[in-house]
């Protein structure tokens, strides 16, 4: 624990947060509860549920939530999607995907952070898909929302083209499995791939706007 709360200290600072109250709440591993950040407001606090797994751009993604929704002066990007409407949980993962993707964007920026990306995104290219195949066929497609974007919006051209094998086999895996179990079509990922790629017109814009408008005609 000493070690990540020096870490946790280490990345508030990095990302301006110092004197926002954040508590962080170590969840053993084997336990069901996921990584996430959540506002309470009654205690007017956020608290960060955390997993150490042993990558700590987790960590830093965590944080991340809440930077970006004080840079966008949001709540939403750090709670749930940037909308005031009751969303269907489905939907819900398709923002969260997106959301996911602008929070690992800013990161990105920060050299420190992005070296600890780097190994975050070789730990998924090196993770069997299979183990993906006990998720609901909306979860799959939101993971394959979310992947798309890590590899082809937020990776850098350099790692990228070092990687593209490793990328283009572990998408084409992911439709291949969406394919077989909800009959997309691959020429519905030619368009998705091709709507997905608007992403960079809007992963640095500080216009809410212009990103609640992406998300909406997605
Ligand atoms: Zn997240």
């Known amino acids: 624990m000493p070690e990540l709360k020096k870490k946790f200290n280490e990345y508030k ?6 004197n926002e109250p954040i508590k962080l709440i170590q969840i053993p591993i084997n336990i069901r509860i996921q990584t996430g950040v959540s506002w309470y407001d009654l205690e007017k606090c956020w608290k960060i549920t955390y997993k150490d797994k042993g990558y700590d751009f987790e960590l830093a993604h965590e944080l991340g939530h809440i930077y970006l929704s004080k840079i966008l002066k949001s709540l939403g990007f750090a709670t749930g999607p940037p909308l005031n409407v009751e969303i269907k949980n489905d939907i ?3 923002l969260n995907a997106l959301i996911d993707g ?6 990105s920026l920060f050299e420190e952070f992005y ?20 998720n609901t ?8 929302l979310w992947f798309y974007l890590e ?5 850098k051209q350099e790692e990228k083209d070092f990687r593209i094998n490793e990328i283009y086999n572990f ?4 439709r291949f499995m969406i394919n077989v179990r909800s009959n997309l079509s691959y020429w519905k990922f030619e368009l998705i791939d ?3 790629k608007d992403f960079n017109y809007i992963k640095s814009t500080n216009d809410v706007k212009k990103i609640i408008f992406f998300f909406l005609i997605y």
């Open 92 to 94: 819900k993962d398709f």
């Open 151 to 155: 590899f082809n919006c937020v990776l």
């Open 115 to 134: 070296t600890l990306y780097i190994k975050y995104i070789d730990f998924w290219l090196s993770y069997p898909t299979s183990n993906f195949v006990s």
């Open 171 to 174: 998408l084409k895996r992911l």
């Open 194 to 196: 091709q709507r997905l």
């Open 137 to 144: 066929d909306d979860k799959i497609l939101a993971l394959y």
């Open 13 to 18: 600072k990095k990302l301006f947060l110092s």
């Open 102 to 107: 602008l929070v690992d964007y800013r990161l």
